[in-house]
């Protein structure tokens, strides 16, 4: 089944304690991207990677990493989480940054205490 | 700057048809979408529209969009218990980056 896989699905973790929540697609995409949701604010771009070893920033990529060794495989970093980056995420792929349509993962809830 | 605005809450009866609107500001948008997102869920692609079409129909959605208004909506006719969620309206934005703008969703009640 194609589709977008994001685990874990929920974490709870505490500041500074670095974390990955990784990213996986199995349709051969090349653009990935991740965005968090926040009430109020919906969904913002975080990074993003228009194929393998290119990455570039979003509207939000400050306290965030990412990388983009495979095709499948879009990790997002938060190498010291705090409060603040307590959110919804959502990875999502793209079989081209040009195509129209983008797959969207199920979600990762985190919060940071 | 782009923006996309959306109203946050709807409420129909079942059966009814429900119509969600959505503006936006950035006249070079060349594709507009709605998603539609379940509790719990990811975000849905339901469909979308190229900037020089004035509407689109798939099976229950029609979308109609008025490019001088900028005004983008949604119509889903015989709305069922099942279509209860959040709908979000969004543009893809200039350049290479399949950005997408985003409104802050409509949330949809659908009553027995």
């Known amino acids: 089944e194609a589709q977008v896989t994001q685990n874990p699905r929920y974490l709870i973790t505490v500041t500074g304690k670095k974390l990955t929540v990784t990213c996986s697609q199995n349709?051969?995409?090349?653009?990935m991207s991740w965005y968090r949701q926040d009430p109020g604010l919906g969904l913002r771009q975080i990074y993003y990677?228009?194929?393998?070893?290119?990455?570039d920033k979003g509207d939000v990529p400050e306290g965030y990493k990412v990388s983009r060794k495979e095709k499948r495989n879009f990790p997002l970093i938060l190498e010291s989480p705090s409060p603040n980056q307590t959110s919804l995420y959502f990875c999502?792929?793209?079989?081209?940054?040009?195509?129209?349509?983008?797959?969207f993962g199920p979600g990762t809830r985190l919060l940071v205490l | 700057g782009e923006d996309v605005e959306q109203s946050l809450f709807l409420s129909v009866r079942e059966g009814d048809s429900s119509v969600i609107n959505c503006t936006y500001t950035?006249?070079?948008?060349?594709?507009l979408y709605w998603y539609k997102q379940e509790p719990g869920a990811g975000l849905q692609l339901l469909t979308y529209?190229?900037?020089n079409m004035d509407m689109k129909q798939d099976q229950r959605l029609t979308v109609l969009l008025n490019k001088k208004d900028k005004h983008l909506s949604l119509r889903i006719a015989d709305t069922q218990t099942g279509d209860s969620a959040i709908y979000f309206c969004?543009?893809?934005?200039?350049?290479?980056?399949?950005?997408?703008?985003w409104g802050l969703g409509t949330s949809l009640a659908v009553n027995p």
């Open positions: 999502a792929s793209s079989p081209s940054a040009s195509a129209q349509t983008q797959y």
């Open positions: 349709m051969n995409h090349e653009y």
């Open positions: 990677s228009m194929n393998v070893e290119v990455t």
């Open positions: 950035d006249s070079s948008s060349t594709y």
């Open positions: 529209i190229f900037s």
């Open positions: 969004a543009e893809s934005s200039r350049g290479n980056n399949r950005k997408l703008i």
